[in-house]
């Protein structure tokens, strides 16, 4: 019931930004609480960030903390994430999630994006 898209992926160098943006359609976008989450090669799908329906609320991986900014813009239906000071190991497929509540689970979450490829290179 809920579609998520994500966009802002691509190739940058070490230390450089990128903003990863979220766009969702045919529910209420704004009564979801939104996640990011990352999985890079051989290894398991990992929480990024999260954020209340109201973006009030916000929570980071340690590993992400002081880089990653995430933020929504409820008119839009949009939720953001901007990722500073990029590192390698960040390279990853980025997907956005929508739950109920906001969460470092991803048994937490109802619906997923199709996933947007980020690449830092050294």
């Known amino acids: 019931q809920v579609q998520l898209v994500e966009s802002g992926g691509g190739l940058v160098q070490a230390g450089g930004s990128l903003r990863l943006s979220c766009a969702a359609s045919?529910?209420?976008?704004?009564?979801?609480?939104m996640g990011w989450f990352r999985q890079a090669p051989g290894k398991e799908r990992e929480f990024v960030s999260t954020?209340?329906?109201?973006?009030?609320?916000?929570g980071y991986a340690d590993s992400v903390k002081g880089r990653f900014t995430i933020s929504r813009d409820n008119a839009k239906n949009t939720v953001y994430l901007q990722m500073n000071n990029l590192k390698p190991e960040d390279t990853a497929v980025y997907y956005c999630?929508?739950?109920?509540?906001?969460?470092?689970?991803?048994?937490?979450?109802?619906?997923w994006g199709q996933g947007t490829q980020v690449t830092v290179s050294s």
């Open positions: 999630a929508a739950g109920q509540h906001p969460s470092s689970s991803y048994n937490s979450y109802d619906y």
């Open positions: 045919g529910r209420t976008f704004s009564r979801y609480a």
């Open positions: 954020i209340a329906w109201s973006g009030g609320s916000t």
